[in-house]
């Protein structure tokens, strides 16, 4: 049976490390940092995720304000909304929650937030500092994993890590962080149109599931003695669940884990590390 590679413990860890840091400023006579949240829309997964990252921030001593916006507004509504978030000093980041409704550009959005505050690391700017291996902020989710990876004692060195989704936010920059210096991975990139993705999973020394499909990943795609991160966060209709649903993620788990040698539960596994991440972000915006 696999190792379960527990996210809850491990971000608690980050968590208390911010924390502590924030003290240490707050000791110093500095203001607590500063995390602007804006949502926009009813999509009730959105809602959850700013609400957890929210309470977060609460918990590390990092002050946070989350603006939430009918679904209606406009694209240039929105765009002023983050100029003046740009400008005021006592903002240190901005996050815009994603999805955004049809009639607002995503890019342009993300364009226009000051790549100084850009705490989700999706700027353009920020990309790019990723891809040559420049300091900056972090993505968050990709470096929750690899801050899993490293705190579970997993070699990345020479190891093929396998991504399975080429999204903005987890499939790609995973791959740019899995290749850096100090890293080391030989990273394959596999999508909705690779052909033999299960051959190619096979293959993998880690095999992370960010495509957004539950039970996706099947016990045929895993090498034994993988290391299996499963990014996914799908709500799937349960009427024995007084909410009516119940979070599973990409991997079928109970298959994955008989061969896996360590493996990320749903919830309690990727998701409390991106929140951590944000928290470190937040944290390095205000310095
Ligand atoms: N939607 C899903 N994940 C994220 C994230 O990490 N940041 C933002 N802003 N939106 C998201």
Redesign the pocket.
Same mark, same amino acid.
């Given at each position: 049976m696999a190792h379960l590679i527990d996210g809850k413990m491990l971000s608690a860890q980050i968590r208390d490390e911010v924390k502590a840091a924030v003290a240490l400023r707050s000791a110093s006579g500095k203001r607590a940092p500063y995390l602007a949240v804006v949502l926009i829309g009813e999509d009730p997964a959105?809602a959850s995720?700013v609400k957890g990252k929210a309470k977060a921030s609460t918990e590390v001593g990092i002050d946070s304000d989350t603006m939430t916006y009918d679904a209606s507004i406009s694209e240039a509504e929105v765009l002023d909304i983050i100029e003046r978030l740009n400008q005021d000093e006592s903002v240190d980041g901005i =996050?815009?929650? =994603?999805?955004l409704p049809a009639h607002i550009d995503e890019q342009k959005v993300i364009h226009a937030i000051s790549p100084a505050k850009d705490v989700?690391c999706?700027h353009p700017e920020s990309v790019g500092n990723l891809v040559i291996g420049l300091d900056g902020f972090q993505p968050? /989710?990709p470096a929750g994993i690899v801050e899993m990876l490293k705190r579970t004692g997993i070699e990345t060195s020479g190891k093929h890590c396998v991504i399975i989704g080429r999204s903005n936010?987890v499939g790609k920059p995973l791959a740019n962080l899995m290749l850096k210096k100090g890293i080391d991975a030989t990273v394959t990139v596999c999508h909705s149109r690779t052909s033999n993705l299960a051959e190619i999973a096979r293959q993998a020394d880690i095999l992370v599931a960010a495509i957004g499909r539950p039970n996706f990943v099947t016990k045929d795609m895993v090498k034994p003695g993988a290391v299996v991160i499963d990014v996914g966060i799908n709500r799937v209709d349960d009427e024995s669940r007084e909410r009516g649903y119940r979070l599973v993620g990409d991997v079928d788990f109970e298959a994955a884990s008989t061969l896996a040698s360590h493996i990320t539960p749903v919830p309690g596994g990727v998701g409390p590390m /991106?929140i951590a991440v =944000?928290l470190q972000n937040t944290l390095k915006a205000a310095k």
């Open positions: 959105s995720y =996050l815009v929650q =994603l999805p989700d999706f968050a /989710t936010i /991106t =944000l």
